[in-house]
Structure formats: C-alpha cells, structure tokens
Nanobody
Framework: QVQLVESGGGSVQAGGSLRLSCVAS????????MGWFRQAPGKEREGVGVNYLLGANTFYADSVAGRFTISRDYTKNAIYLEMNNLNPEDSGMYYCAARPWYAQAIEGLAPWDSRNYHYWGQGTQVTVSS
C-alpha cells in the first residue's frame, strides 16, 4: 500500500508563501496520480490541485489557480505545492492524496474531487493570518 507523508506547513502572514512537500513510499509509489486537498474547520474537504502521472494533466481549483503551483520529482516520488499570495481563506489542513495510475477519475466527478483518491497522508497545517 502506498504511504504518503506531508511536510512544509506552518504559519504565515497574508501575502506570504509556503511550499508543501509530499513523499510517497511503498509498492506502486512510483506509478500514481497525486493531488493536494485542504479542509478548514466546519467545512468539507476540497480539492486544491491534482497532477496526473508524468504530467498528463494538471488541474487547479478556481480558488487557487494562478497562485498555487504543483510540481513533481519522480526520482523522489514526491509532489510539491508552492503557495503564493496566501490569504486567510487558504488556512486549513492540507492533505496529499494519490491513486494508482490506472484508476481514472470517477465519471461525473471533477479531477480534484477527493472521492477519486485511494491513499491519504496525515495532513500538514497551514495557518494564514491577516
């Protein structure tokens, strides 16, 4: 089973930047689609962005498009989320998620829908103050 470990969360003032990392390990960790999700207290988990294996496609939620950038390092089985121009609405627990390359998105769901994903990390907290 694939295991995911996030890191890089922390506290930052509005307008600042953070870079999150997620490293996958275990059998099949080098053949996965990966994505980032976040959840604020009292709210449902929402997709931030996803990246298909080998860059077949990358998708971003409207709320972060233009500010967040996903990149991957296949030599490390890692995915990164560079977050710029952060605002308090970006605060929440950020999760890394993955699914096997052959498991496509469920018909009718957006690529960043969390229901498309099989494996989840424990999360890393991001707090943006005004």
């Amino acid at each position: 089973q694939v295991q995911l470990v996030e890191s890089g969360g922390g506290s930052v003032q509005a307008g600042g930047s953070l870079r999150l990392s997620c490293v996958a390990s275990g059998e099949g960790a080098n053949r996965i689609h990966m994505g980032w999700f976040r959840q604020a207290p009292g709210k449902e988990r929402e997709g931030v962005g996803v990246n298909y294996l080998l860059g077949a496609n990358t998708f971003y939620a409207d709320s972060v498009a233009g500010r967040f950038t996903i990149s991957r390092d296949y030599t490390k089985n890692a995915i990164y989320l560079e977050m710029n121009n952060l605002n308090p609405e970006d605060s929440g627990m950020y999760y890394c998620a993955a699914r096997p390359w052959y498991a496509q998105a469920i018909e009718g769901l957006a690529p960043w829908d969390s229901r498309n994903y099989h494996y989840w990390g424990q999360g890393t907290q991001v707090t943006v103050s005004s």
